[in-house]
């Protein structure tokens, strides 16, 4: 029997909310900075944690951001991209693997969150800053650590996949 590359079933899509639910957050944690905090200004709220406002017009750790504007078009190209795979991915999946519907919905809420803002304005809003000390880890924001864990799930969902595998095929 041939198997078809996409079959179309409701899958985990309904895990979708999560996805809507992080793009608010994100967008709505996004403008509450932009309206109260002075461009790279920092709000101490733990010994280990600021808010400032910074715009990266790169990607993760400012990669390319000095790059002259091309980046920004390649960037909203490749997150919608990425968004779209995602999706048709979350419609294949079986409604129980609910680690990777979650993953794939933590991921495609981040990327949809970051695009908003190279759309609309040319660069991301970054604005959690973690430090210890003097080791400073680079600024981010609701997108960006829906993204990360997203794909923590998508990694610990893989590694179970891969158990399962080896204890269900037979010994040689």
């Known amino acids: 029997m041939t198997r078809v590359w996409f ?11 999560l996805s809507f639910f992080v793009v608010i957050l994100d967008q709505v944690t996004k ?3 932009v309206a109260n905090v002075k461009m790279s200004d920092a709000i101490e709220l733990l010994p280990i944690l600021d808010i400032v406002y910074l715009e990266n017009t790169g990607a993760a750790f400012s990669i390319l951001a ?7 078009w390649f960037f909203i190209a490749l997150a919608l991209g990425v968004s779209i795979i995602l999706m048709i991915w979350l419609r294949r999946i079986r409604a129980d693997q609910v680690v990777l519907a ?7 809420g981040g990327a949809l969150g970051n695009v908003i803002d190279r759309a609309m304005h040319g660069y991301v809003v970054d ?6 000390g003097p080791y400073y880890f680079p600024a981010f924001n609701v ?3 829906a993204i990360s864990i997203g794909a923590g799930c998508l990694l610990l969902d893989a590694f179970r996949e891969s158990g399962q595998r080896k204890r269900v095929s037979p010994e040689s």
């Open 7 to 17: 079959t179309p079933t409701r899958g985990a899509s309904n895990w979708l909310w």
């Open 31 to 33: 403008a509450l900075v």
């Open 102 to 108: 979650l993953g794939l919905s933590l991921v495609l």
């Open 66 to 72: 000095g790059a002259g504007g091309w980046q920004r």
């Open 143 to 145: 997108a960006d650590a």
């Open 127 to 132: 604005f959690i800053y973690f430090h210890w």
